[in-house]
């Protein structure tokens, strides 16, 4: 296999980082995993030091592997939590955010995939609270629309609602790292993710 040497300036920072241990299981004498597993992306944010086991046996077995977004919010938010099964629920909820682009296109479908997000995150500990936040950032736009009575088709509302669509997509463009962030600091307060 072709291999690009990682620059040892990186290599240090990230061992220094985790304290020469495996992100996973802590584990001595980890080598470097390249998170997107594209060899030459050397850059920090992309590399984790796994052990001969959680790097050999597991990420670079298909069977075992942790998907690389999951892998990538554990290597952005370091919380362990999220390597547990009970987090996937809540992972795979939340993957449609990265889907959403800008447009005017109908939003029925993302407004169904945040209700159901929200709806989880009611459900767990402390859920009251992230439910209401969670909402703040990626729930619907209250805004009303004026209907011109008797006009078919009625060509304000329709801009109207094109308009709000395209303000609900760029809301939640800018706001899912903050959702995502969100979800993450919710995992404290569940039981499992201390145990
Ligand atoms: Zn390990
Ligand atoms: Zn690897």
């Given at each position: 296999m072709m291999r690009e040497t990682i620059p040892k300036k990186t290599k240090d920072a990230l061992l220094d980082e985790y304290d020469h241990r495996c992100a996973v299981c802590g584990g001595d004498r980890p080598h470097l995993h390249h998170i997107d597993e594209d060899a030459s992306h050397n850059e920090l944010s992309n590399l984790l030091p796994l052990c001969p086991n959680c790097h050999l046996?597991?990420?670079?077995?298909p069977t075992r592997k942790i998907e690389i977004p999951k892998l990538q919010l554990f290597r952005k938010y370091k919380d362990p939590a999220i390597l547990k099964p009970q987090f996937h629920p809540i992972y795979t909820r939340q993957l449609f955010l990265e889907t959403v682009v800008s447009g005017e296109e109908d939003v029925g479908e993302i407004q169904s995939r945040v209700g159901e997000l929200v709806e989880l995150v009611q459900s767990l500990e402390m859920g009251e609270f992230y439910g209401k936040r969670l909402t703040e950032f990626i729930g619907p736009l209250n805004r009303a629309f004026t209907m011109s009575l008797g006009s078919s088709p009625d060509l304000r509302f329709e801009a109207q609602r094109r308009t709000a669509n395209r303000d609900y997509r760029q809301k939640l463009i800018e706001n899912r790292e903050s959702a995502r962030a969100l979800l993450i600091e919710l995992l404290r307060y569940q039981v499992w993710a201390n145990a």
């Open positions: 046996r597991d990420q670079h077995n």
